[in-house]
Structure formats: C-alpha cells, structure tokens
C-alpha cells in the first residue's frame, strides 16, 4: 500500500524553519512505500468569509481542498507567532473544515510538528492546532513534536543534526502510517 502524506508549511516565508522540517521529513518517511508531498499554496488562500461559503470556492480554496481529500495524512509544521498558530495556517484550516458534513479535513489523520528558534520548539503553537484539527474534524494521531533552537538544528542538507530528534521525527511519521495502515485494513 502507498501512503501519500500532505505536509503543509504554516510559515509563509521560503526559508522558514518549518519547511525545513518538513524536508527532513522527507529523509525520515518509513521505507515501506510512504511518500511526502509539500503543500506550497498557503499565501494564496483569502481570508475565510462565511458568505462565501455557499458559491464556488475560490480556486486556492479548491485546491487545498482537493490536495488534503487526495492524501492519506496530513503533517503539518506549524511555527508559533505569538505563542499561537500563524492567523494564514488558522485561516486555511476554516476553510478546510468546511462545508460542515462533507469537509476535508474530516476523518483525516494529521500530525503536528513544530519548529522555533525559542526554547519551546511552537509547543503552545502545536497544542492549539491539534486542538482546531481535532474541532474540524481530522483525528489527530500521536503527541506533538517541538523542534527547539531550531537554527541550530539543521545541516546544510536539512536534515536534523540531533540523533533524539531525527528518531522522534521518523517516528511521528510511523505512527501516521501505521494508523492509515490499520484504517485501510478496517
């Protein structure tokens, strides 16, 4: 069975942090036919309007939509802006959560990691997102990861340099495998 796992930045900066977590996911995927996508269109989704709700969805909307029903789990890296979740992240998690019933997120394992240059690692950034998953729907799989000091955390080639870390990155996403495996089986 082949797993595509959805990683969504929730920085919109290139060289943020948390896309470098996420390319370092990439180094830890299981070896059994786990595959990560990175989501690069957060800065293209416009603020959730519930009057828009009952139209078309506009096409950055549509498209995250169709890339999350498309992905078996989601890994999502959030930073933390003032000990919360990035209002970008926040705003396209409304918009994935609905139409109420029939939303993308529904149902969907997730992950959250986190990377900060604080000594937290975004852990309150994490805790919150975990808890607007588990509100929309998506069932969130397994403990947070904070990743502290995050500029002293990765080598030139992304990957992370403490041995802990790399090992409890990979198993965050083993543990996201191993939970669509069993669903898949059910």
Request: glycine share 10%; proline share 8%; net charge negative.
């Given at each position: 069975?082949?797993?595509?796992?959805?990683?969504?930045?929730?920085?919109?900066?290139?060289?943020?942090?948390?896309?470098?977590?996420?390319?370092?996911?990439?180094?830890?995927?299981?070896?059994?036919?786990?595959?990560?996508?990175?989501?690069?269109?957060?800065?293209?989704?416009?603020?959730?309007?519930?009057?828009?709700?009952?139209?078309?969805?506009?096409?950055?909307?549509?498209?995250?939509?169709?890339?999350?029903?498309?992905?078996?789990?989601?890994?999502?890296?959030?930073?933390?802006?003032?000990?919360?979740?990035?209002?970008?992240?926040?705003?396209?998690?409304?918009?994935?959560?609905?139409?109420?019933?029939?939303?993308?997120?529904?149902?969907?394992?997730?992950?959250?990691?986190?990377?900060?240059?604080?000594?937290?690692?975004?852990?309150?950034?994490?805790?919150?997102?975990?808890?607007?998953?588990?509100?929309?729907?998506?069932?969130?799989?397994?403990?947070?990861?904070?990743?502290?000091?995050?500029?002293?955390?990765?080598?030139?080639?992304?990957?992370?340099?403490?041995?802990?870390?790399?090992?409890?990155?990979?198993?965050?996403l083993d543990r996201l495998?191993?939970?669509?495996?069993?669903?898949?089986?059910?």
């Amino acid at each position: 069975m082949t797993i595509t796992i959805l990683g969504i930045p929730g920085s919109l900066r290139r060289g943020s942090v948390n896309r470098r977590l996420l390319a370092a996911a990439t180094r830890e995927l299981p070896a059994d036919g786990v595959h990560l996508a990175v989501w690069e269109e957060l800065a293209l989704v416009p603020p959730f309007d519930e009057d828009a709700e009952d139209g078309p969805a506009p096409a950055a909307v549509a498209g995250l939509r169709a890339a999350i029903d498309a992905a078996d789990a989601l890994l999502i890296a959030t930073p933390e802006y003032n000990r919360s979740v990035p209002g970008q992240l926040k705003n396209a998690l409304d918009w994935a959560s609905r139409p109420h019933g029939d939303a993308a997120l529904t149902g969907k394992p997730a992950a959250v990691v986190g990377a900060s240059p604080s000594p937290g690692g975004a852990a309150g950034a994490q805790e919150q997102l975990a808890r607007v998953l588990t509100a929309a729907g998506a069932t969130v799989v397994g403990d947070p990861l904070p990743v502290p000091h995050a500029f002293r955390q990765f080598g030139e080639d992304d990957r992370l340099l403490d041995h802990d870390l790399r090992a409890a990155l990979a198993a965050v996403l083993d543990r996201l495998a191993r939970h669509v495996r069993a669903g898949a089986a059910a």
